[in-house]
């Protein structure tokens, strides 16, 4: 059996399951491992320097898989702002058939993407920004919930409440996304209405992740407790490992007078975060991670971990979930 949904007929995937972008995981090795098992892997465009380097990825990714697989680029304020402009259009050169964006205001994007007839999913934290991505032209949203790797958004809203109001209110499909990670998860975001999920913590630990075993390692030793929410004060709240230095920032933010962002600067550097995942050391700065962790206790292949979702998924479907309904 297989599991057919609105979203694996839109993007021609065997399961309704996404890799979400993840910066400096979302390489060749990790998308074509996830596409290969089925579901649909996704490149990060801002991984690679600049716009050529995504053009020479997009390609290595082809040669390493026949499937579908998608691109996401995110934007975010910046004060000098990468050439967001360029990296969409070698999306659109490089014939990609399906692109995740996030972040602020993807308007531009989404008409580029959708002239180029590219399957757009637009992540959002709140229906009401899914019902602009909805009018812009989207063909499905990504729901984030508050338990979400990363930016959750500033109104702290489960996954639970997000989905059934979306599928109240969306006439476009849409994925879950945040806490989810294994069959049960599949089968729940189902059940409240999502015709796939969205992950990116629970790839994050598996054989062909592109980051230390040692980070992979803590992940499964670590709980559903072990995550620390950052940059509250500044409004732009991200949700990441709760480490040492995670410890220290939200120490800074809580007790320093007249914060500034310098503050916490050196602390909080992508440079460090990213050598987190090479030097396999997690205090050495501060690196995303759900609270999903708490439901991950184990290091598979892609192809193992799809599989077994799927697996369990559909037995709660047609064996747990059936057999409570009695004529």
């Not at 998924?313 to 047609?318: D, G, K, N, V």
């Amino acid at each position: 059996m297989v599991l057919v949904t609105k979203l694996t007929k839109l993007l021609g995937i065997k399961h309704p399951i996404i890799q979400g972008g993840m910066q400096h995981i979302g390489t060749a090795e990790m998308a074509s491992a996830v596409s290969n098992a089925g579901a649909l892997g996704v490149l990060t465009s801002l991984t690679q320097p600049t716009p050529e380097d995504l053009r020479k990825e997009i390609r290595r990714c082809r040669s390493m898989t026949d499937n579908p697989f998608g691109v996401n680029l995110t934007l975010l304020p910046a004060i000098n702002l990468p050439p967001y402009k360029e990296y969409a259009q070698v999306i659109i050169d490089e014939g990609v058939k399906v692109v995740e964006t996030a972040g602020n205001n993807p308007s531009e994007y989404i008409k580029m993407f959708k002239e180029a007839n590219i399957k757009t999913i637009h992540k959002c934290v709140a229906v009401r920004h899914a019902l602009t991505a909805q009018r812009l032209g989207v063909d499905a949203v990504s729901i984030d919930g508050f338990e979400c790797a990363g930016h959750p958004g500033e109104d702290d809203i489960t996954l639970m409440i997000l989905l059934a109001k979306s599928a109240k209110t969306l006439d476009i499909p849409f994925v879950a996304s945040g806490g989810i990670g294994d069959g049960r998860g599949l089968a729940a975001a189902l059940a409240l209405g999502a015709e796939g999920v969205n992950m990116g913590t629970r790839f994050m630990c598996t054989q062909e992740a592109p980051l230390h075993h040692d980070i992979k390692q803590r992940i499964v030793e670590a709980d559903e407790r072990n995550t620390a929410l950052l940059f509250r004060p500044f409004k732009n709240t991200a949700r990441f490992f709760k480490n040492s230095v995670a410890v220290e920032v939200n120490r800074i933010e809580q007790t320093k007078e007249s914060l500034e962002f310098k503050d916490i600067s050196e602390l909080v550097s992508g440079k460090r975060g990213k050598e987190v995942f090479t030097r396999g050391d997690p205090e050495f700065g501060v690196w995303t991670a759900g609270q999903v962790i708490g439901l991950i206790d184990d290091i598979p292949s892609c192809d193992t971990l799809v599989s077994r979702m799927v697996k369990d998924a559909e037995s709660i479907i047609t064996d747990r979930l059936s057999n409570m309904v009695k004529s």
